[in-house]
């Protein structure tokens, strides 16, 4: 499947179907315990990421691609980052802005569209947390040769990694497939991908986080 048509699955999937799951999976409000333990990983891998990063980010440009509901964003642009924050979904940047705090709104610049897009500009870090999820190979590899050229410092993401359980929920999502199930992720054995990776620029594990059904892993790639 092409990068276009998963894109476009992905859009609509955000945008129209799970706009409101995904506004209460990344709020405090009451969810199902499945779910809590996706916002626990979650949580677990932001945190991860932020880790990565510099603790002072004050002057820095960073992209935040794939915000979804802002709470990275959020984060770095406390940390003094000039964010600008893209995603597909204009819905979720709704949620996102009506959620950034007065404190540092000035900071975070919000943009519908390709997180890849070079229009965007250059930046001193980009962070992709779960954005990648839904690609294959070669679609990360050319994604992030794009970035590589207009980065100066990292590029943080994240890839489902190839175990049992999320290679069942593959082949049963190829099997399966329903029109209002999330786009399926393609699990990838993230040792192989950095070494693909590697000519774009020194390739780092960040590490994996598995809360319940979340389970995701990162990378570092630095141009």
């Known amino acids: ?12 999937y955000f945008d129209r179907t799970a706009t409101a799951t995904w506004a209460a999976l990344t709020s405090d409000a009451p969810v ?14 932001r945190a991860r990421l932020l880790g990565a990063l510099p603790e002072d980010l004050s002057g820095a440009r960073v992209l935040d691609a794939g915000c979804g509901a802002g709470q990275m964003s959020a984060e770095l642009a406390a940390r003094g980052a000039e964010v600008v924050a893209v995603d ?7 949620v996102a802005e009506a959620r950034l705090p ?9 943009v519908a569209g390709d997180m890849t897009a070079p229009e965007l500009g250059r930046f001193d870090h980009v962070v992709a947390m779960d954005s990648l999820i839904y690609y294959r190979a070669g ?17 943080l993401f994240t890839v489902a990694p190839r175990t049992t359980l999320l290679m069942g929920m593959w082949y049963a999502g190829k099997l399966f497939p329903r029109g209002d199930r999330s786009p399926v992720m393609v699990p990838h054995a993230p040792r192989a ?23 995701s892993h990162a990378l570092e790639v630095r141009p």
Do not use: C, K, W
């Not at 499947?1 to 609509?12: D, Q």
């Not at 996706?38 to 677990?44: I, M, P």
């Open 1 to 12: 499947m092409s990068y276009e048509i998963t894109r476009s699955r992905v859009e609509t």
């Open 32 to 45: 199902s315990r499945i779910r809590e333990t996706v916002r626990a990983g979650r949580d677990a891998m």
């Open 88 to 94: 597909l979904s204009p819905q979720l940047l709704q």
């Open 102 to 110: 007065d404190t540092v709104r000035s900071r975070v610049r919000f």
């Open 139 to 155: 679609d990360i590899d050319a994604r992030l040769s794009g970035l590589a050229q207009r980065a100066n410092g990292s590029i």
């Open 193 to 215: 991908l950095a070494r693909r990776l590697a000519g774009h620029g020194a390739v780092r594990d960040v590490g994996r986080v598995s809360s319940g059904f979340y389970i």
